[in-house]
């Protein structure tokens, strides 16, 4: 049997902007060349085309896990839909020798109306499970999901964190050879988080083949051996970890605007140009120490002069975990409101978080209007710092040992 699980050559994948024909007049044309054999090729890029992924290879031993990451529009869920036969390649072939599984939009396929058993048989067959299996495997379903005093009410019934957990305790004891992930762990609570790390750590000792999609930096270092990183649907680098993770951040710099980020509406205000940030050095990056000094700049422009603009810079852990933030509003800051570029720095002493990835997102008001922002949102920040640490915030603190007194040391 071949050491090779997954093997990618050449993948190119192409996808349209909009509707293809506008009308039926357009569309019998375009199908008389197309069956006639004169229509574009398939390499070939028509007007309104794309290229979601473009030349991607790679490949994945027995056992391994690859990590998957990049900027949101890099092509990483695109591949995996490849990898699980959703969608087909225009170019290049993908090779799968076992029996492949993916958990890509756990809870997809319930019936509202269908009660939780059903619906764990249900979706079982739609992944691929048999009626035996699914018989076999219900309880520890049902218990690793934590709904069974409500397996036989309907799920139209259950929370949006019943249904994902229970979609997620479904796709989990599918019993795959080759294991797709694509940004799941973010289901449920913290508890049940750490049980779907837990249930993934079980099936990486039984050598299991993986590739695991995140925007999270600290599950990924976790459980991947290597990483491949996109960038506008080609591959950056694949390599240990570490390097992946800096060239991650190498993508959001210098990022030009979007499109559509321009003056073209009459009620365009402006937008935000770019942000960078500096360590206590001046240097630029995206790795601070902990409770070490930092600078943010972020550079934005006007269109026209305004009557009120803001600022507001936000941290997150994870997906939607709120660490703290400022802003120019609740700091009765001016910023400036006259037409042209403007460059604003924010000095911050230092952060008291735990070591781990966060998330930076900023919001920019003009008259009350939100600055277009999307090129420049949700930068990643890594912060360092000792090991060991199982609590949120670290307080600014010295240690220090008191002198001996009638016998007695104090702390």
Known sequence: MSNVAIEVNHVWKRFRRGEIHDSLRDFLPAMARRLMGRGPKQSELRRGDFW????????????????????NGAGKSTLL????????AN???????????????VGAGFHPDLTGRENVFLNGSI????????????????EFAGVEEFIDTPVKRYSSGMMARLGFAIAAHMDPEILLVDEVLSVGDAAFRAKCIAHLETLL????????????????????DRCLVLDRGEVRVLADVSRACEEYYACFENVAPRENDSAAGSDARGRIVGLQVRDEHGDPTFRVGNHRPLVLELTYELYRAVERASLSIAFYK??????GGCGTAQDDFALPMTEGRHAVQLQIDGLPF????????????????????EHVNSRPLTIGGGAGIHWDIVLQHRWKVSEQQEGRKET
């Open 81 to 88: 839909k490849i990898l699980a036969r959703i969608l087909k």
């Open 52 to 71: 979601a992924l473009k030349d991607v290879s790679f490949e994945v031993r027995r056992g391994d896990v690859l990590g998957v990451i990049g900027p």
């Open 127 to 142: 992944l691929g499970m048999k009626q035996k299996e699914i018989r076999g495997r219900f309880d520890q379903i049902v």
């Open 91 to 105: 170019r290049g072939t993908v090779r799968a020798n076992g029996r492949l599984r993916a958990l890509i939009e």
């Open 205 to 224: 000792r039984s050598d299991v083949s993986v590739i695991f999609i995140s925007h999270n930096l600290e599950h990924v270092r976790h459980l991947c």
């Open 318 to 323: 994870g997906a939607a975990r709120l660490m």
């Open 354 to 373: 735990a070591p781990g990835d966060y998330r930076m997102t900023m919001r920019l008001e003009a008259d009350g209007r939100v600055l277009p922002n």
